[in-house]
């Protein structure tokens, strides 16, 4: 998900053409690489994407998430996050709410995405043991998280086995019940249900292609009258909703 | 509680985001708008499911519950799908395309190989996808023009639509034939990278060529035209 490449339809692209005489798809990497959709889960309302790109015994994490809740007794909301392993490599569905108060706690989905391997903090350990420290979390309701890390064995193990899942955690309580909002943390009694329960899934996959980055130059303007797009009613939708997102960033750039 | 101070390093990075998903989100619907695939039947997953009621079975008064190990889930597959095997040619019936195909791999710089502009060049097949007809997204590029050959093999796909066949001819003499599921159109600097080359649960193919209005002073073209197709059948060469 590298932007930094601009990307041209130009002859320069020629000269970095070179003509490969097959071989496995992988080989230029060698590493496996690993990805997942992070759905919303408790009715968060957010999405995002996640890869693990695995190089010896190091790890390079790649995440984007929106839509999550924004504050937290009116700061940016910490959403601890975390690399579960060891189970079935899934994420519950509501059947998983044995206590019936609307909520898949944390612990209520760990039959289904298992115990935390390793913690996405945001710097420091990665280990178990920072699972909840929120000094070390992605904050507000939309980030990016890129870090490179060393991958312990027991999350190395399951991310082979294919039971490796991303929980991203940190709802938004005003969209529980009044007897959920009451509730006490599973993990950390001292703090709400809401703050420590389930957000976002994504069951990780080994990479079925290898990601490049940014866009494809595949036009040398020759025909610039314009060749024939069909244009789509769709995809005029879709760039609105891009010039949506250029605003927000103009919008945070100045709060900057 | 701890609650952290209040950061805005993240700025442009953040938005950006935002806009790369906005994109995967209209394509995904548009996706799921034209499968007509029905709903995929489910293999044994449900087997997770019954293993505790072995649990009941054993009738014998036991102090501990017996210990299921988890069942690792099973990634279902819809549709068809082929044993691998490298493409050979290209022919899209609906925009008279018919071209063999090269290879292409990733430049230093991380972004996929395209093929020459300096003589008629062929479509090509990225070695870092599946081949066409095994499961994932496999994908062909082609450009839509070049000051050698003018119009080039993919000026047209911006035309193609749902339902349209595309046939790839592989090198086990087998000819994969995909369907167009959708056409979606993508700004360069915010490309969809999980919508196009994240994983699949079918034999996908992916065709790829530019986009959009060509700007004379950069002499670029700020778009990708992306056609989504499936695999429907396959026959002999
Ligand atoms: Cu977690």
């Known amino acids: ?17 070179v003509v490969l005489t097959g071989g496995p798809a992988f080989a230029a990497t060698g590493d496996a690489s690993y990805q997942g959709t992070l759905d919303a889960i408790n009715g968060s309302n957010g999405s995002g994407t996640v890869s693990v790109e695995v190089s010896g015994d ?10 999550l809740a924004e504050t937290f007794d009116g700061k940016p909301y910490p959403h601890v996050q975390h690399i579960h392993i060891g189970a079935k490599g899934e994420c519950p569905t509501t059947a998983a709410d044995t206590n019936g108060d609307g909520v898949i706690s944390t612990t209520e989905g760990q039959p289904s995405y298992g115990e935390i391997g390793t913690t996405l903090s945001t710097s420091g350990d990665t280990s178990p043991a920072a699972g909840t420290d929120l000094t070390l979390a992605g904050m507000g309701a939309n980030y990016d998280y890129n ?26 309580p005003a969209t529980l019940t009044k007897a959920a909002q009451d509730a006490k943390s599973d993990l950390v009694p001292s703090l709400p249900l809401a703050a420590t329960s389930p957000a976002l899934c994504g069951a990780l996959s ?41 605003v927000i960033r103009r919008r945070l750039i100045a709060r900057g | 509680m701890i609650i952290p101070a209040e950061k805005r390093r993240r700025g442009s990075r953040l938005a950006t985001a ?7 989100i209209g394509c995904t619907a548009t996706g799921f708008a034209l499968w007509g695939n029905p709903p995929p039947s489910r293999p044994p997953a449900s087997a997770a499911v019954s293993a505790p009621s072995q649990e009941s079975v054993s009738a014998a008064p036991s102090p501990e519950p017996i210990s299921v190990p988890p069942t690792p889930r099973v990634d279902r597959i819809v549709g068809p799908t082929l ?21 292409l791999g990733q430049n230093p710089d991380g972004t996929v190989q395209t093929p020459s502009l300096d003589e008629a060049s062929p479509a090509g097949w990225y070695t870092g996808s599946p081949t066409p007809g095994a499961i994932g997204p496999s ?9 050698v050959q003018g119009r080039a093999v993919f000026y047209r796909l911006g035309e193609m639509r749902p339902g349209d066949e595309i046939l790839v001819t592989r090198a086990d003499a087998t000819v994969a034939v995909f369907v167009v599921d959708g056409v ?30 060509f700007n004379e002073t950069t002499r670029t073209y700020p778009n990708n035209v992306v056609v989504y197709a499936s695999l429907v059948s396959s026959h002999a060469a």
């Open chain 2, 184 to 213: 979606e159109e993508y700004p360069k600097d915010d490309f969809p990278q999980f919508a196009v080359y994240g994983n699949t649960d079918h034999a996908g193919l992916r065709l790829i060529t530019c986009g959009g209005e």
């Open chain 2, 18 to 24: 935002a806009a790369v998903l906005l994109f995967t």
């Open chain 1, 206 to 246: 080994e990479s079925q292609a290898n990601m490049p980055d940014g866009g494809v130059g595949t036009g040398g303007g020759s025909t610039s009258s314009g060749a024939d797009m069909g244009l789509l009613a769709l995809g005029a939708g879709a760039l609105t909703a891009a010039g949506g997102a250029v």
């Open chain 2, 139 to 147: 994908v062909i590029l082609g450009h839509v023009d070049s000051r």
């Open chain 2, 83 to 103: 044993t691998a095997s490298e493409p050979t040619q290209i022919n899209v019936p609906a925009i008279e395309v018919d071209s063999v195909l090269m290879q």
């Open chain 1, 58 to 67: 190091q790890a390079t994490v790649t995440q984007t998430v929106t839509g």
């Open chain 1, 1 to 17: 998900m590298n932007k930094k490449t601009a990307l041209w339809c130009v002859p320069a692209f020629a000269l970095g053409v």
């Open chain 1, 147 to 172: 870090r490179t890390f060393t991958l312990d064995a027991a999350t190395a193990a399951s991310l082979e086995a294919g039971t490796a899942v991303v929980v991203v955690h940190g709802l938004d």
